[in-house]
């Protein structure tokens, strides 16, 4: 079975400065990975994915994430954080067989300081 | 135009009470989900249908019935409402449910307490 961790529960950053969530996955064969962003009182909305080809993948609102299989890592990058980024960020593994079944991590909650 | 709607948005009720959360897409999508979201953010899913047959099912307590009469709709009703049924309830959809690949667009929530 795919599993999906989140290390980090809570992270604050200053706006203008970097960000880095980690995301890592179990799952016997290539993944299909997602990072969702929600914000406060939302639906969840897709950032970006990777499915396969190039391990770095861009996303929208300036976001990327870099695929390391070596490193069963998944992890999601911005330069420069805005204040308007401030959410919850889930990270999901597609899952094998039929369905289309996602499992996610636990979510990163970003704070961003003025 | 919202592409994946769920109705109420809120929903506060009694426990024992039956009550029904509705989800509708207009994006043509063949398949449609329903997510259980925790007071902890953990995400589950709860149950999948393609085009009005239900191919997903995970471990839910059999108070919780899908029902999905059209593939742009996919109603949750649940009955003997309990305490731990407090949740947020996300109703998702994308294009077809094989090739893990396709991306799920999901509604805005609909918010359960149970008093």
């Known amino acids: 079975a795919q599993s999906v961790t989140q290390p980090d529960i809570h992270i604050t950053v200053s706006e203008g400065a970097s960000l880095e969530l980690r995301c890592n996955y179990s799952y016997g064969a290539t993944p299909y990975l997602f990072w969702y962003v929600q914000s406060p009182g939302q639906g969840l909305q897709l950032l970006l994915k990777?499915?396969?080809?190039?391990?770095l993948v861009q996303g929208i609102k300036g976001f990327e994430a870099e695929f390391k299989r070596s490193q069963s890592s998944f992890n999601l990058r911005k330069p420069s954080v805005h204040w308007s980024d401030a959410a919850e960020y889930f990270c999901a593994v597609g899952a094998t067989g039929g369905g289309n079944k996602l499992t996610f991590g636990t979510g990163t909650q970003l704070k961003v300081e003025l | 135009d919202t592409a994946v709607s769920q109705t109420p948005k809120y929903l506060v009720t009694q426990m024992g009470n039956d009550k029904s959360i509705k989800c509708e897409q207009n994006?043509?999508?063949?398949?449609m989900y329903w997510y259980k979201q925790d007071s902890k953010k953990f995400l589950k899913i709860m149950f999948s249908y393609n085009n009005k047959e239900l191919i997903i099912n995970e471990t839910v307590p059999n108070r919780f019935s899908p029902k999905s009469p059209d593939k742009a709709h996919l109603n949750l009703h649940i009955n003997s409402l309990e305490l731990g049924d407090s949740a947020v309830y996300f109703c998702?959809?994308?294009?077809?449910?094989?090739?893990?690949?396709?991306?799920?667009?999901f509604g805005p929530g609909t918010r359960l307490l149970v008093l």
């Open positions: 998702a959809s994308s294009q077809k449910a094989g090739g893990n690949r396709e991306t799920q667009y």
């Open positions: 990777y499915f396969s080809g190039d391990t």
């Open positions: 994006l043509g999508h063949d398949t």
